[in-house]
């Protein structure tokens, strides 16, 4: 061992600790955690976010066929001075919500954006001035 407290992995047995029956149950253990974390993961990722999007943008062409439609978290942008990703905002409380959602490339001029209000648990929800400004890069189609 070093001054430090380490120990040189030259005198370590690999084998034996891989052969321990102690570290073969703690192996499989955290094994199935993280098989388990996962898989909830990947379900969690993939359930309807209804009451986190409250707002939805429905991005259609010309003849009204949908293109993409996003989902819009505003509570994480009404009491957030600072507009910090890491904060969650403040509940009850009057805010301007602005963000920036990117357009699809399929959608093009004549298109339509629907913008909804997306309510499920029918919770006291107040809109005022809602404004849509859709912006493209110079030069882009």
Do not use: C
Not at 54 to 59: E, Q, T
Not at 93 to 111: D, L, S
Request: glycine residues 8%; charged residues 25%.
């Amino acid at each position: 061992m070093s001054a430090m407290g380490a120990v040189s992995t030259a005198s370590i047995n690999w084998a034996a600790i891989d052969a321990d029956p102690r570290f073969q149950l703690l192996h499989r253990k955290k094994t199935n955690f993280l098989l388990g974390l996962m898989i909830f993961s990947i379900v969690y990722y993939f359930l309807p976010q209804d009451t986190t999007e409250p707002v939805r943008l429905s991005f259609r062409d010309a003849a009204g066929k949908a293109i993409k439609t996003r989902g819009i978290r505003i509570t994480s942008k009404i009491g957030n001075p600072n507009h910090s990703i890491w904060e969650t905002g403040d509940t009850d409380r009057w805010g301007e919500a602005a963000f920036f959602v990117k357009v699809p490339r399929q959608y093009r001029p004549g298109g339509k954006v629907l913008a909804y209000i997306w309510n499920p648990q029918r919770q006291k929800i107040l809109v005022d001035d809602l404004t849509l400004e859709l912006w493209r890069k110079p030069g882009k189609n």
